[in-house]
């Protein structure tokens, strides 16, 4: 069974989309679980009436104090039910044949311990890719890599990945008191250091309609209110770089980039008011450049009077 797990916060206007396309499905081997975290709109509401409908499918619906996505994942990893755990957005939904496709994208894996799932592909309202077509192997229809080396096959995409739920219970996702984000790339490049792989097909299984007001479009609002979480990625991304197979044109540009992200990291420090964090860098530059990035994070400050008026 899967768990189609949906964290919820004042999207009722959007939630009816993927009820029924989960009523659509030609396979309802899942059960669907639903985290509210802490909405103020008439979400309660349609879970009383679906719930009392006749579906092919159990509903867990659960309403939670406002912590963020990744406390509610946290919370659902530890209630899930199904062998698979895949993460749909309450403004998103599924292609009828999603399910189906799990599966038997499921039956390819062997029993090689070093995969802990697969991924479709996400699309567009439409139905077609939203960006780059993955170069994945036309015989087999699928490419097996990390996290970390998804640039080589085109996979730099928002892609829609089903983890087997056992082994992402082993990663908790990062959470700092008073922050209720942290971008979810920490913990996809924490399992691809521990040598996980995923089975990435050419499917669209996944189609997006992204919000105004949802985290992909509200970036200057996130970095202000979750400057540690944006810390812990730039931090992550220093830690995967030598891993990662991206060409770089020079020397200069190379070390430029570990420059800037550094600063970056430091900056997200003195936002927070958190430089002991600081330390947990392992790159040589960190004290070298605390002063450029203690002047960026007063430019941020600056940067946030003028953007969130």
């Avoid at 679980?33 to 719930?51: P, R």
């Avoid at 963020?68 to 009828?96: C, H, T």
């Avoid at 015989?139 to 056992?166: H, I, P, S």
């Avoid at 979480?229 to 540009?253: E, H």
């Amino acid at each position: 069974m899967i768990t189609i797990f949906t964290p919820t916060y004042n999207r009722a206007h959007t939630l009816s989309r993927l009820y029924h396309s989960l009523r659509r499905q030609d396979c309802h081997d899942f059960e669907w679980l639903v985290i509210n975290d802490g909405s103020t709109d008439h979400t309660n509401q349609l879970f009383q009436q679906w719930m009392s409908e006749s579906n092919y499918f159990p509903i867990r619906y659960h309403v939670v104090e406002n912590g963020g996505k990744q406390r509610a994942i946290n919370k659902a990893l530890q209630w899930a039910k199904g062998e698979y755990f895949f993460i749909v957005d309450s403004d998103d939904f599924l292609m009828p044949d999603a399910i189906t496709f799990i599966k038997d994208a499921f039956s390819t894996l062997t029993d090689d311990s070093s995969y802990i799932g697969i991924s479709g592909i996400r699309g567009g309202l439409d139905g077609k890719p939203l960006h780059r077509i993955p170069l994945i192997d036309a015989a087999t229809g699928y490419c097996d890599a990390t996290n970390l080396e998804r640039a080589k096959w085109n996979l730099q995409a928002d892609m829609a990945e089903v983890f087997f739920t056992e082994k992402l219970q082993k990663y908790v996702f990062p959470v700092w008191k008073g922050e209720k984000f942290t971008p979810e790339a920490v913990i996809w490049d924490k399992i691809a250091l521990d040598g996980y792989k995923l089975r990435w097909f050419d499917k669209v299984t996944y189609l997006c309609d992204y919000q105004p007001d949802g985290l992909t479009n509200s970036s200057w609002k996130l970095l202000k209110e979750n400057p540690m979480g944006y810390a812990m990625l730039f931090n992550t991304q220093l830690r995967v770089n030598k891993y990662r197979k991206a060409k770089r044109d020079s020397l200069i540009q190379g070390t430029s980039w570990i420059v800037n992200t550094v600063i970056q990291f430091i900056s997200c420090c003195c936002l927070a008011g958190e430089y002991r964090y600081i330390k947990k860098c392992e790159s040589l530059y960190v004290w070298l450049l605390f002063v450029p990035g203690f002047l960026v994070s007063l430019r941020r400050r600056w940067q946030f009077l003028q953007y969130l008026k």
